[in-house]
């Protein structure tokens, strides 16, 4: 009875063994984590926004935050945009070569700008099965 929990954990792994990733958080909003220091970027944010029991399986709608910060004087937004976008893809083609998970329909990403924070990057959407591992009594 612990799907949800390893899911969390095997996606914060991925996250943070990527070269492009100093950091992963969770939680339903981004102002939750401590933006104003310098070292946790660039950074993961995970946000599980639901899901559905199905026979046999748990499906879970995530949403992950790749982001990092940008700096007006360097002109650097593609490049953080380029490598943050590329956090995601890793991470997502990781998940779809997973046993025990199952990614269901397409990532749908989409660009980030949080400029009061000078935050840049993509969100990936997606729903993911996992096994429901709960005994069943007959």
Request: glycine share 8%.
């Amino acid at each position: 009875m612990n799907g949800y929990y390893l899911l969390i954990e095997y996606i914060k792994s991925l996250a943070l063994s990527d070269n492009d990733c100093n950091t992963f958080t969770e939680g339903d909003e981004l102002g939750d984590t401590d933006l104003k220091r310098q070292s946790i970027y660039p950074l993961m944010h995970l946000v599980a926004d639901g899901g559905n029991f199905v026979n046999g399986v748990i499906q879970f709608d995530l949403e992950l935050f790749a982001l990092d910060q940008f700096d007006e004087q360097l002109q650097n937004d593609p490049d953080v945009f380029n490598t943050q976008l590329y956090v995601l893809k890793r991470i997502y083609n990781k998940l779809s070569i997973s046993d025990g998970i199952s990614l269901l329909g397409e990532g749908a990403i989409q660009k980030v700008e949080r400029k009061e924070n000078n935050l840049i990057g993509w969100s990936l959407t997606l729903q993911v099965e996992v096994a429901d591992d709960v005994m069943r009594f007959c």
